[in-house]
Every structure is written in C-alpha cells, then in structure tokens.
C-alpha cells in the first residue's frame, strides 16, 4: 500500500494505491487521524489504484467519514474502481 497525504486550502487529500488490509488500514489510521483537525474543510480520498479493500479498509473509511462529520469536514472518495462501488455502497459510501 501507498499513501500521499496533502493539505492545501483546508483540505486533506489522500491518494491511496495498492492493497487496503487489517496491517494497512491500522498504519494509515495512525498517519490519517492527526491530520483531520478543526479548521479542516474537506477529506478527499483518491482510490484511483487502489488494488484490493478488505473490511478493515472499509472501516477505516466508515471512521475517516465520521470523524470529518465530527469536525465540520465533507468527505468525499472518488475515482474508486468499478469493482469497488459495490463494496462501497454496501456501507453507505459513494465515489464520485
């Protein structure tokens, strides 16, 4: 798994590339938590290349969007795979 965090204009982009598993989704909790603070507008995850999302990947999702919620942030994912709309919209995300 790759992860490119970038903060700019209020926002938290967050590109994500390869495998999204129990061990990747605990390290990218770890890294993606700190940053989503007050004063942050917007969450955006690009899953562009995203190779495989297990449950664990899925939750970390269902977390990130609930704690943008909790601090006045859209979160919004894009570009998922086709594969991957319905895993997503079986847990009530959406990618745009």
């Known amino acids: 798994m790759k ?13 994500l590339s390869g495998r999204i598993g129990v061990a990747e989704a605990v390290e990218l909790r770890h890294r993606l938590f700190p940053e989503l603070t007050a004063g942050i507008l917007g969450v955006l995850l690009r899953m562009d290349e995203v190779a495989d999302l297990d449950s664990s990947g899925l939750g970390l999702l269902l977390a990130l969007r609930n704690l943008s919620a909790d601090i006045g942030a859209t979160f919004e994912i894009k570009n998922a795979g086709a594969w991957l709309g319905p895993k997503l919209g079986a847990v009530g995300l959406a990618s745009r």
Request: net charge negative.
């Open 3 to 15: 992860c490119d965090i970038r903060r700019e204009d209020g926002t938290v982009t967050v590109v």
